[in-house]
């Protein structure tokens, strides 16, 4: 994905001309999962536009997967090692905002 697309992805609705179609597909299907809204026709009708039964199958496996992983992490503050946040950073620094809000680690003290 783009910097421009990553900015993007919490959109809604998705802007047009950033992503193809088939991305968007994937986006919408990801935005509604993340957010425990059902999956309704129209959704998985335009993912089948794109992708088999197992393709999409594997696309539904990998967003619970993140999403799973990433609920674990907001629960027990996981910490992160510097290099790592400084990745991220500098990919902030680069689109000019992080289009997918972080906590902040706790304090000492």
Do not use: W
């Amino acid at each position: 994905m783009t910097e421009e697309q990553l900015h993007h992805l919490n959109n809604d609705p998705l802007p047009e001309g950033v992503y193809d179609a088939a991305q968007a597909a994937i986006v919408r299907y990801a935005q509604k999962s993340t957010r425990l809204e059902p999956i309704d026709d129209a959704t998985y009708a335009a993912l089948a536009k794109h992708f088999s039964a197992p393709q999409i199958m594997d696309i539904c496996l990998t967003v619970g997967l993140s999403n799973m992983v990433n609920r674990f992490h907001a629960t027990f503050l996981t910490d992160v090692d510097q290099a790592t946040i400084d990745e991220v950073e500098a990919g902030d620094a680069i689109a000019g905002v992080c289009a997918i809000p972080r906590p902040k680690p706790p304090q000492p003290g």
